[in-house]
T-cell receptor, first 115, second 109 residues
Framework: DAGVIQSPRHEVTEMGQEVTLRCKPISGHDYLFWYRQTMMRGLELLIYFNNNVPIDDSGMPEDRFSAKMPNASFSTLKIQPSEPRDSAVYFC?????????????FGNGTRLTVT | GEDVEQSLFLSVREGDSSVINCTYTDSSSTYLYWYKQEPGAGLQLLTYIFSNMDMKQDQRLTVLLNKKDKHLSLRIADTQTGDSAIYFCAANQGGKLIFGQGTELSVKP
């Protein structure tokens, strides 16, 4: 099992550019979560999906952020236009459920730097 | 909504016990978790406790839960340099996990 795969590992872009982060969850996991980690705010849940359907996007900062899950094996998080304050590590995680017997499996994250 | 708080840093000597503390606000959280993050990696589940339990022990790890005070702690016995990492407390809010800011544990030889 390859685990949750995120790409790219690092992304450096200029303010105003579009950024797309990608995630491949573990096969068979029905839940997919996008988190953002910063020194100031810690780990924040942005959005999560169940069976490819967005369930809770209340953590998405603003309209510049959008997330999709077109199929069970792929999700994207897009920022358009990007701003320096979006610089953070973005994690994708997947799980088979929502209880303790279904722990979150995290990818290694995408470190985004917006200059 | 749920709010989870932790102190940011803890430094201990190798062989000592480490105690990492966490408070949460939502008494309806049914599960509380401890995750570990090593440099450059995602978080990994260490252990969890049901809200109707007071204590759970798993090898060198002991989790204590004071539900009345909404206080959770993680004790690591005989702390090793390999335990140096960031430790996150998390509480469930419905189908999602709310994480604390993480406690950076530094273990000095």
């Amino acid at each position: 099992d390859a685990g949750v795969i995120q790409s790219p590992r690092h992304e450096v872009t200029e303010m105003g550019q579009e950024v797309t982060l990608r995630c491949k969850p573990i096969s068979g996991h029905d839940y997919l979560f996008w988190y953002r980690q910063t020194m100031m705010r810690g780990l924040e849940l942005l959005i999560y999906f169940n069976n490819n359907v967005p369930i809770d996007d209340s953590g998405m900062p603003e309209d510049r952020f959008s997330a999709k899950m077109p199929n069970a094996s792929f999700s994207t998080l897009k920022i358009q236009p990007s701003e320096p304050r979006d610089s953070a590590v973005y994690f994708c995680a997947s799980s088979t459920g929502t209880g303790p017997n279904s722990p979150l499996h995290f990818g290694n994250g995408t470190r985004l730097t917006v200059t | 909504g749920e709010d989870v708080e932790q102190s940011l840093f803890l430094s201990v000597r190798e062989g000592d016990s480490s105690v990492i503390n966490c408070t949460y606000t939502d008494s309806s959280s049914t599960y509380l978790y401890w995750y570990k993050q090593e440099p450059g990696a995602g978080l990994q589940l260490l252990t969890y406790i049901f809200s109707n339990m007071d204590m759970k022990q798993d090898q060198r790890l002991t989790v204590l839960l004071n539900k009345k005070d909404k206080h959770l702690s993680l004790r690591i016995a005989d702390t090793q340099t390999g335990d140096s990492a960031i430790y996150f407390c998390a509480a469930n809010q419905g189908g999602k996990l709310i994480f604390g800011q993480g406690t950076e544990l530094s273990v000095k030889p």
